[in-house]
């Protein structure tokens, strides 16, 4: 059966998946919530963007140590990172028995957590070490029983990019959720205050850039522009402090359409330099093809979504930072198949007449660079 909306597709999930909670409608919200994050998660990695990512960091904001924001992933630059085949595979898979592999993983600082659980649990972007400066980061690329392959990156601890999602659901007969605005609003500071790109409307309306470089002089020109520049420059380097800011929203009854914006929807696209909507549509399709009705082959991400919502606590496997890892198989393997429809499902809100290849071609540009001092644009001029 095709659903025809979201609201739909969230009251099936309501009756068949979380019928044992005491609010349904909200227990399958909140687990919709989760999918978009899960959606935005694996199309980083189809991005080829797995090696830069950190999960659910605490973000300072420019200039201001003290306030720190939760993200839902941030992209770091590389400083250098290395592959390991582990046969058989050990579980759990923790950074100690990494150790032997990788000699710059410092012995007393090093964590616990589990790349690979006992029960094939996979944690994405596993902190393995870190300090103030530096984060070493491991990725599970392949993993069978009798042998795995981890990808292990030491990262800059400052990130070039972050990604927030947010939805918002209405409750049943209601027209408006109650924390629409504020949960935009929460968004929009962050997406604001954590670069060093610093954002200034003028009179008539137009949004300047102003960046203060490593002498203390400063650059201005129209936002956009200026972004641009800090992208596209020849220079192998990112101006200290510059972070680019992208958001992933939902619709789901609150954020109307990437054609029909509500306040919300405005405050949002002139706080992130990017802002992409996640489609109704998009979305549905998702959850069709992985988990209402799957193909065979990908039966095992239905499996891993049923078996996390059994209103046991601690079972969740099906999350941007666990997965399991038949799951975390198929989705990969839908992803890069099916690349060019997901990013479809993406319309994008700011800037306008952009495109998600785009914003992938933004990333990766700057993913080759590295934090080396001022900026110099490709004129020579500072």
Known sequence: MAYGSIDA?????????????SDQKKAAGRALGTLVEVVTFYTLRAWELTE????????AEFANPKIRHNVEFALHPIINSSTLWMRPTPKPLTAAKLR??????????????????????IRNATVLDENASVLVVGNVDIYEESECLISVSRLEAEPFAIFECKRVGVEE???????????????????RTVSALQKIRSRN?????VLEDSDGTYITDEYQVLLQKIINNREMYIPNGFIFT??????????????DLNKELHVLAQSYDWLLFLTDQGLVKFIEDLIISPEARFEPARHAFLSSYTGKKGRNKFTKVTMEATADRVLRQYFSENLDEI???????????????????NLLSLSL?????????????K
Do not use: C
Request: net charge positive; aromatic share 8%; charged share 20%.
């Open 9 to 21: 597709l969230q009251k099936r999930l309501a009756e068949d998946v979380f019928h044992y909670a």
């Open 52 to 59: 830069h990512i950190t999960i659910e960091r605490r973000i």
């Open 100 to 121: 032997a592999d990788l000699p710059f993983l410092n012995t007393n600082s090093i964590k616990s957590t589990q790349m690979i659980s006992s029960t094939d649990v």
């Open 173 to 191: 007969g209601q027209k408006k959720g109650p924390q629409t605005i504020e949960k935009a609003k929460q968004g929009a500071y962050v997406a």
């Open 205 to 209: 309306g137009n949004i300047l850039g």
């Open 246 to 259: 992208v958001g992933v929203v939902s619709n789901h009854g609150n954020w109307f359409t990437s054609n």
């Open 343 to 361: 990013e479809s499902w993406f319309n994008v809100i700011n800037p306008g007449n952009a495109a998600p290849s785009e914003l992938r071609s």
């Open 369 to 381: 660079k590295s934090r080396l001092g001022g900026f110099t644009d490709d004129s020579g001029k």
